[in-house]
C-alpha cells in the first residue's frame, strides 16, 4: 500500500496518526499506519474519503467501509458485485466484473508475496 500511495504523490508524512486494529479474514491483526483523505469520484458524486493504510500485502486495493457506504446512502451488494446509491441525477450503479474479479483472486492466492485471506 506504501507503494501505491507513493505512486499517487503522496508519502508516510501525508498520513494523520491513527492505529485502527484491522482484522484479516485469515484471523491475523494488524494496525493502520495511519488515514489520509483522497477526494474520490464514484459515479458523478466527489467527495472526501478517509482511508486508512496498512503496510502488506493485500488482495484488495480498497475497502470502502460502513462511514462511506452510509455517507452515500449505498446499497452494495457482493452476490451481484454492485453498488447502488441516489445523486441529485437519479439512482447511479456501479458495478464489477465477476470474470475479471475471479481472475484477481486466482492470481493473488498464486502470488508467493500475498498470503490468502
Not at 79 to 105: M, N, S
Amino acid at each position: 500500500m506504501l507503494e501505491t500511495l507513493k505512486g499517487m504523490g503522496f508519502s508516510k508524512k501525508n498520513l494523520a496518526k491513527k492505529a485502527v486494529p484491522i482484522v484479516r479474514f485469515s484471523g491475523e491483526t494488524k494496525h493502520s499506519l495511519g488515514e489520509i483523505v483522497i477526494l474520490t469520484y464514484a459515479g458523478g458524486v466527489n467527495k472526501q474519503v478517509g482511508y486508512l493504510v496498512i503496510d502488506g500485502p493485500s488482495t484488495d486495493n480498497v475497502i470502502l467501509g460502513r462511514p462511506w457506504i452510509h455517507e452515500m446512502k449505498a446499497i452494495p451488494s457482493t452476490y451481484h458485485q454492485c453498488l447502488k446509491f441516489p445523486t441529485p441525477w437519479g439512482v447511479q450503479e456501479i458495478r464489477g466484473d465477476q470474470e475479471e474479479a475471479k481472475d484477481c483472486y486466482k492470481v493473488a492466492l498464486k502470488s508467493p508475496t500475498i498470503p490468502p485471506t
